[in-house]
């Protein structure tokens, strides 16, 4: 597992391309997760995205299902959500 300190950080790492599963907040400093979000998808990046955020509305959640994201998890989420989002996407038992 591996965090970024922000989105531009994310994008500049030698490994970009090698990520499973990306969890982003929706809010952040400098980039908001889904324009992240799209320029991943720009960059080939298809790594399996679970927003979260403390602001979900029905347009924000569109909006998400839209990008392709698997979900948008209102915080404070449960970890068990969380957890299934990651068994499903990566087969983890």
Do not use: Y
């Amino acid at each position: 597992m591996h965090g970024f300190d922000c989105a531009h950080a994310l994008l500049d790492a030698a490994r970009v391309r090698d990520i499973a599963f990306l969890i982003a907040d929706v809010r952040m400093p400098g980039m908001s997760g889904i324009e992240l979000h799209r320029r991943l998808l720009a960059n080939g990046c298809c790594s399996p995205m679970v927003f979260i955020t403390a602001f979900a509305t029905l347009e924000l959640e569109q909006r998400v299902a839209a990008a392709g994201a698997l979900a948008l998890l209102q915080k404070p989420f449960d970890l068990a959500l969380m957890a299934g989002w990651l068994t499903r996407t990566l087969g983890a038992p």
